[in-house]
């Protein structure tokens, strides 16, 4: 029994302070993706919600050029490109993907000269690597008050326009006929995406921050109908799924004999993946049960 | 500027310009900007693979393009096709971040791949990527009708008996070679801004397909022989000026756009214009 508890465990994961940091970090990133991504998905704006994970990295990368706290550049330059993007259309469906694109594209140049006048002024290095993977063990304990106050602003946001963004993701006419400002609801909509998809992309990197936001609401998503069941079911998949990886990750540590740990955002990604399709096997059964003969 | 040294770049960034101006056009026709933002970053991680390896960086860019395009195609038609192209790329990023953790990769390395370096390319690489340019060329001008016509009115063209399906997957495989030649140069992130600045401009100066393409990699190769000139002479990244310019050659688009509507509206008053959007966008190319 012991032997497999310190299989499963290896030593020294419970008293690890990283690994507090990152469980609670990444749960808190998780609960806010996953209640943000339902809507993401079901408006088909997975673009939007990834696009948003790299311009507010050239924010950040911004920030720390001017010396600037990286949050505030993260979470800044986000809320501005989510603006823009509406602003030049993101309600229509194929202008959409075009003016998310334009936007991104501008990010990422500015992210370039950022990082290179960064690189050459002064001696910071890893900038281009801790910008794109990010690492949820280099999460200093002070973020975690911050980080959680933001993502509850977030949840506020989604909590007050929930209905009438439900509606106006259904079905927008009805919506408007309704008299449910479709145009404002979507902004602030678009805005608490910003703000939630800026601060999981500081904290985790970019690469789980549009994981945890797509993954597990998707996946949600296939197994439920229902609003309510399936932002509680996307929350626990991407809950357990980032507790998994960190184990696995802080575990593989042990694995081979050269002692290199493999990234959390690895196992992380691979969990929530796996999960997707595991999500789409029952779709299809369902479907062929329900089929009539 | 035009150095020896340089001509390698010239070289290579004009078939650059081509390839995406073109494969661009049909990116902003059909919308799959976020395929074609996908496929070239996740392909990043098979350029950190093929280092782990000590293989071609080349074809590294090549296998994992080609596998994230066919995910993508095979995944998205029972699934959504926007979650499953990021739940590719995320794979494929964190697939990228495991090989990472494994090589000692310069960090200069790693930000010209992703953004750009104009000095990327050496002189036996340019054959494979010319060859390559030619070959995506080669297949959009196969498919093109039954491409053009599954872009602009699906339902015809699975009644003409187009399957959606495999020009998807025909489409997606063009993206991905397009990468493979284009990453190189102008870096895995920037090639995307390439593939929507100049088409989306060109679309919005004319309608006519053949007329915009052309007019796209005009575009394009303007777009990407001022950014070398301005990165050459501030030493700046090229990838900031690819970005930018190709931001500001949609900018400029759409204000000719709106400026020509403007003034149609106001020689004939009474007339509907500019509202119908999309559908005006389709009917026009149908009938041209």
């Known amino acids: 029994m012991h032997a497999l508890y310190t299989a499963i465990f290896e030593p020294g994961f419970f008293a690890s302070p990283q690994v507090h940091v990152a469980v609670s970090i990444g749960a808190v990133v998780a609960v806010v993706s996953a209640v943000t991504g339902v809507f993401t998905v079901m408006r088909g704006q997975s673009f939007a919600g990834h696009a948003l994970g790299d311009v507010s990295a050239a924010g950040g990368s911004g920030a720390l050029l001017i010396g600037l706290s990286p949050l505030a550049g993260f979470v800044g330059l986000g809320v501005i490109g989510s603006a823009v993007m509406d602003l030049i259309g993101v309600q229509r469906l194929r202008g959409r993907d075009l003016a998310t694109g334009i936007v991104l594209g501008a990010a990422i140049g500015l992210s370039a000269l950022f990082i290179h006048l960064t690189s050459i002024s002064s001696s910071i290095t890893g900038v281009t690597q801790q910008i794109l993977f990010g690492s949820i063990f280099a999460v200093t304990p002070g973020t975690l008050p911050v980080v959680t106050a933001l993502g509850v602003i977030a949840l506020a946001v989604l909590g007050t326009v929930g209905r009438p963004l439900l509606l106006s993701t259904v079905s927008p006419d009805i919506a408007a006929a309704r008299g449910v400002p479709v145009r404002v609801v979507g902004l602030l909509y678009m805005l608490a995406l910003a703000v939630s998809v800026g601060l999981s992309s500081l904290v985790v990197g970019a690469i789980l921050s549009t994981a945890l936001l797509i993954g597990p609401p998707a996946a949600a998503l296939r197994l439920t109908r229902r609003m309510a069941w399936a932002q509680l079911t996307a929350c626990l998949i991407g809950v357990l799924a980032t507790w998994l990886g960190v184990l696995l990750a802080y575990d593989s540590y042990y694995w081979g004999a050269s002692h290199e740990s493999l990234p959390v955002s690895f196992f992380v990604v691979a969990i929530i993946f796996v999960g997707y399709l595991a999500s789409g096997l029952r779709v299809a059964r369902g479907r062929r049960c329900s089929r009539p003969s | ?288």
């Not at chain 2, 990228?96 to 990769?105: K, N």
Request: proline content about 4%; aromatic content about 10%.
């Open chain 2, 1 to 288: 500027m035009f150095a020896s040294f340089m001509t390698n770049a010239w070289i290579s960034a004009t078939i650059v310009a081509i390839v995406a101006g073109v494969v661009g056009y049909f990116v902003v026709l059909r919308g799959s900007a976020f395929p074609a933002h996908a496929i070239p970053k996740g392909a990043f991680a098979g350029a950190a693979g093929a280092a782990l390896l000590g293989v071609s960086t080349l074809l590294g860019l090549a296998v994992f393009s080609v596998l994230g395009a066919l995910g993508i195609g095979y995944l998205g038609r029972r699934g959504r096709h926007d979650v499953v192209t990021a739940l590719a790329l995320v794979l494929m990023l964190a697939l990228g971040a495991a090989f990472l953790s494994r090589t000692v990769e310069y960090e200069a390395a790693i930000f010209s791949l992703l953004f750009g370096e104009v000095l990327g390319v050496s002189t036996n690489e340019l054959l494979p990527v010319a060859l390559m340019a030619v070959g995506c060329l080669a297949v959009v001008g196969i498919i093109f009708r039954p491409l053009m016509l599954s872009s602009i009115v699906p339902e015809i063209a699975e009644a003409r008996g187009v399957r959606a399906y495999w020009i998807e997957i025909c489409f997606l495989l063009v993206v991905a070679f397009a990468t493979a030649v284009t990453v190189p140069v102008v870096g895995a992130l920037l090639i995307f801004s390439l593939m929507m600045g100049p088409p989306a401009a060109a679309r919005s100066v004319t309608s006519r397909p053949l007329l915009a393409m052309v007019l796209s990699a005009a575009i394009a190769l303007l777009t990407v022989w001022l950014a070398i000139a301005a990165s050459y002479q501030t030493n700046w990244p090229i990838g900031f000026f690819v970005g930018v310019f190709g931001a500001a050659a949609y900018g400029l688009g759409r204000g000719y756009s709106a400026w020509r509507r403007g003034r149609s509206a106001a020689a004939r008053p009474g007339q509907l214009t500019g509202a119908s959007g999309d559908y005006h966008d389709r009917r026009e190319q149908v009938l041209d």
